[in-house]
């Protein structure tokens, strides 16, 4: 288990009932000098309905153990299911690729000017080098709202694959 260099923050989301009352901000040392915050934050009233409804929700920030290949496995899902959802707000045209032994997807919007048609926005999207955080979240928006094509280079299926994807 790694020991703790630096305070741990835990942030907890709250609405206007009473668990305000009962969660107060806190802070306390450990007996080997860890740090340990607690800060109530109340959901602001100052976003939308919607927004408020979803930062309330009870959801633990527990880490949930589990294998790198169930991590995976679990945002692959997550983001195959999120990128349709990216492009029905986003139209786009969405394709796999390799580029000099690394896979890529290709993402274009349905229309480009010719003034970008040489243009190419490379995006190494979130995903901590072991999952595909992005690929296609981050990428779609890109493309549709800056009407230019952008590369979402899968750096997790380079470590997957058999052949290595450094170039050279």
């Known amino acids: 288990m790694r020991r703790l260099v630096a305070g741990v923050m835990a ?8 668990f305000a009352q009962e969660h107060k901000d806190s802070s306390t040392i450990g007996p080997d000098g ?14 939308s309905p919607e927004a408020q409804a979803m930062l309330a929700r009870v959801v633990s920030d527990a880490n949930v153990p589990q294998t790198l ?6 945002t692959d899902k997550w983001q195959a299911g999120a990128g349709e959802v990216s492009k029905k707000l986003y139209p786009a045209n969405v394709a796999e690729a390799t580029i000099a032994g690394v896979p890529v997807r290709v993402v274009t919007p349905l229309t ?10 490379i995006n190494l999207h ?11 979240t981050e990428t779609i928006p890109m493309a549709n ?14 470590s997957r694959a058999s052949v290595s994807c450094r170039a050279g």
């Open 11 to 18: 942030v907890a989301l709250i609405t206007a009932s009473g």
């Open 34 to 47: 860890t740090a340990y915050v607690t800060r109530v934050v109340p959901v602001p009233k100052t976003i």
């Open 69 to 74: 290949q169930q991590r995976r496995t679990g």
């Open 112 to 121: 480009m000017s010719a003034a970008k048609l040489d243009r190419v926005l």
């Open 126 to 136: 979130g995903g901590g080098f072991d999952s595909d955080s992005g690929s296609l």
């Open 145 to 158: 709202l800056t009407g230019t094509k952008v590369i979402a280079v899968l750096i997790p299926a380079c």
